[in-house]
């Protein structure tokens, strides 16, 4: 079974989290989509390892795991590599990519200097 | 004349802003294009003032400014309206228009669910 974590920084603020939680939605809603969950690094609730948790015991075998940063700082080249590399040994049999952060994307950057021009 | 200024987070790590670079080179590179450049909110340089000083010495009258944030948190809620209303106080002929943060638009969303699902 496929499973889709979006892994995002994490604020204290709940507004901050609605695009993550849109794209969760999005993804969800479309046919034979992925199981989706949200996780966030630090200031809120779920952490990766508990959300990592309940997809593998929901029955997830291949995680793809999509960091929602615009950059690929700190957070996204060292802190999460280090979750996946835990969680990786925790669950040997589980099949683990790692996309680049959403805002690296050519079509992400396209998209905003599009909206910049609007 | 026309400006349009990419505010993000800002990072100590150069490989964190190359994504908010890469948007605005897409910007200068077509016809027509407005005047841009990049600010941030902490931690690198330039920050919001001294590129907009900047723009404004160049000539712009209309300043787009588009926040680099996935969500509308504290930065894109508080701390941005605070420093573009202090930036009116001091130019009150400069026309300023803030977009809503790049992360909330809805094709940005779609965008990123189709990543997730590639």
Do not use: N
């Amino acid at each position: 079974m496929k499973g889709v974590l979006l892994f995002g920084h994490g604020s204290r603020d709940p507004a901050w989290r609605q695009p993550i939680e849109a794209v969760a939605a999005r993804i969800a809603a479309r046919p034979g989509a992925p199981v989706v969950r949200c996780a966030y690094l630090e200031l809120c609730e779920p952490d990766f390892d508990s959300a990592c948790a309940e997809l593998v015991g929901l029955g997830v075998t291949e995680l793809r795991v999509l960091p929602m940063f615009l950059g690929m700082g700190r957070h996204a080249r060292e802190d999460l590599p280090a979750l996946v590399h835990a969680l990786q040994e925790r669950c040997p049999q589980l099949s683990i990519a790692v996309l680049p952060p959403v805002g690296e994307h050519p079509s992400a950057l396209d998209l905003f200097a599009d909206i910049a021009a609007l």
